[in-house]
């Protein structure tokens, strides 16, 4: 993890919803950190998150895209009055964009939506 990375994790106070997330362009070492970074974000905001996408290039993965899981539509073949606890996708957009610059072998976020 570089210093500046270092420095957004240590800016995240996890007690508070002060943590501010909205860079494009913020680079980790590893994609686990980056995933780390957003699953704690969006637990700040409320939301958990699941990988919609992942772009492989041979066994390297190349980018992810995580979305909250509340993403997209679906229409239950059960009847919501049926249903004791129904859940339904909202049509969320939040989510995240991260792919390796293969140059210097870092990942960077490239697209960021935060409206949950």
Known sequence: MNESTSN???ECDYSSKTHQFDEV???FETLEEAVK???HYSKLAGFSTKIKNTTRDGDKIKNKLI???REGRWKSKISPTLKTNPSAGLNCLA???VHIMKDVSVWTI???ILNH
């Open 67 to 69: 979305v909250c899981t």
């Open 25 to 27: 362009g913020m680079i």
């Open 8 to 10: 957004q994790l240590n």
């Open 95 to 97: 989510r995240i964009y």
């Open 37 to 39: 970074f957003y699953k």
């Open 110 to 112: 490239s697209k960021v």
